[in-house]
């Protein structure tokens, strides 16, 4: 008999055509769109990860619109009015901020972001992991406006984020910020496996003994849906129940 622990839910979060899609669909193992398309509301991706004992988790992520945020942004809505980023921001576990790597201005949009987050969570008692990416790291030296340092000023100056990395479409090299020194690439995967394995080991350490280690983890792509604006507000309360 299987066992289903407690999901744990993922955002992705930034401008737009900075590749938020694109990042997901990765992590999905799907083909990436032959022209990009716009994130109309949300994309939501569904994932399972097998633990020893018929234990399961679901994984579930999702990539909200650049719209989505002057739409619901806390200085745009009435206090306390419930929307679909109040009602799935305070129960995310981890908060990914998109950047691309060949606009400043991406970073600026994060900070909006950030700061909605910060706002909607305010009441929330789920710990959060925050990341900032800068994307399209596999483009040119000439195209890139921001470098690794510029990332982890901007992490530092932010305060509520606590890694900065960058990633590209065939691998990521990441930086971690507390020594201030560059580790091994990892692709994008590796990543979201060892921010569960952090997840599942501070909730509960009885269920992060079940793991074989991360090379044997089954990490499953199940489902995705590609929500527009005019049933987000149906859909984000279901995403919770589902």
């Known amino acids: 008999m299987n066992t289903l622990l407690d999901p744990v839910y993922i955002g992705f979060f930034g401008g737009g055509e900075v590749g938020k899609t694109c990042l997901l669909r ?8 032959e022209e990009e ?9 569904l994932f399972q990860m097998n633990l020893k004992e018929n234990f399961k988790i679901k994984v579930k ?3 909200f619109s650049s719209d989505l945020l002057a739409l619901y942004h ?9 929307n679909p980023l ?20 991406s970073l600026l949009d994060c900070s909006q972001w950030m700061d909605a987050i910060v706002h909607y969570r305010r009441y929330s008692s789920t710990p959060l992991i925050s990341y900032i990416l800068a994307n399209k790291a596999d483009l040119p030296l000439k195209d890139r406006v921001i470098s690794l340092k510029n990332l982890d000023r901007w992490r530092k100056n932010t305060e509520s984020v ?17 020594r201030g020194n560059a580790i ?25 003994k079940l793991l074989d280690g991360p090379p044997h983890l089954n990490f499953h792509f199940v489902s995705w849906i590609a929500v527009s604006k005019e049933e987000i ?3 984000a309360a279901v995403i919770l129940v589902s």
Do not use: M
Request: aromatic share 8%; glycine share 4%; net charge negative.
């Open 184 to 208: 091994k690439q990892k692709s994008i995967e590796d990543i979201l496996i060892q921010l569960l394995l952090l997840v599942l080991q501070r909730r509960d350490s009885k269920y992060y």
């Open 61 to 63: 992520i999702i990539d």
């Open 86 to 105: 109040s009602t799935l921001i305070p129960n995310l576990h981890c908060v990914f901020l998109v950047s691309d790597i060949t606009s400043k201005q």
């Open 162 to 178: 606590d890694w900065a990395f960058t990633v590209g479409h065939r691998e990521l090299g990441d930086v971690d910020p507390r």
């Open 233 to 235: 507000e149906d859909q």
């Open 26 to 33: 990765r992590i999905a193992n799907l083909c990436p769109f």
């Open 74 to 82: 806390p200085t745009s809505v009435k206090p306390d009015h419930q």
């Open 37 to 45: 398309l716009k994130t109309d509301g949300f994309n939501y991706g």
